[in-house]
């Protein structure tokens, strides 16, 4: 307990600053890296499709049963497109978010311009804690199951499956942040599991 109270607590707004910045970074460096090998093309003509598909419903042009055959063969194959980036972004997160994390005293570079860390509640952080940390609430997850169901499931199970592990990950997020926002130690599940809390750095 009483590494627990050497520290104040993070605020929420703290945390989702340094979190949307640490997102920005990754997103930018995966697509960055990924530019090369991707086929902006097909991508932008295949979003305009789902946009003119969405458009088609809204205006009650096609049923719902016409929407959902011709927006799930759009996302696998967005998906598919999108296969490399996936696995790209999964790497950087995993280096950012874990290694890096880890042997920069729990900072990324979100949580040191917003002066917050991760610290552990039993001893010195090790690599399990961010591992369990980063892949719920860094998407790292989600992120190997897209990738897998990219490779290895047709498209009605990727559609359904990936629209279910989609709405398992946000109510597992919302409940973190309303654990994070309003909870007397400021921990949300992710913190809970890895045993893990955010303070800050006076």
């Known amino acids: 307990m009483a590494k627990e109270d050497k520290f104040s607590k993070a605020l ?3 945390r989702l600053c340094a979190f949307i910045i640490d997102v920005i970074l990754v997103s930018f460096g995966a697509s960055f890296l990924a530019m090369p090998f991707v086929d902006v093309d097909s991508i932008e003509k295949l ?5 003119s598909v969405t458009e088609s419903y809204i205006n009650a042009e096609i049923d719902e049963k016409t929407y959902l055959t011709e927006s799930s063969s759009i996302t696998y194959q967005l998906a598919r497109k999108n296969g490399l980036l ?9 280096l950012y978010f874990v290694v890096y994390q880890l042997y920069n005293n729990g900072q990324t570079l979100g949580k040191k311009l917003l002066k917050i860390k991760v610290a552990s509640l039993d001893e010195e952080l090790n690599v399990n804690q961010m591992i369990y940390r980063s892949l719920i609430i860094n998407s790292i997850l989600y ?4 990738f897998a ?3 290895f499931a047709g498209q009605n199970t990727y559609f359904y499956g990936m629209l279910v592990i989609e709405v398992i990950q946000y109510i597992f997020v919302l409940i973190s942040c309303v654990m994070v ?4 130690s400021g921990r949300g599940l992710h913190d809970l599991m890895s045993k893990t809390r955010v303070v800050r750095i006076n």
């Open 12 to 14: 929420f707004v703290q």
């Open 149 to 151: 169901f990219t490779i």
């Open 143 to 146: 992120g190997f199951i897209n």
């Open 181 to 184: 926002m309003f909870s007397k």
């Open 86 to 94: 996936t696995f790209i972004t999964i790497f950087i997160e995993l």
């Open 47 to 51: 979003n305009t499709e789902m946009n």
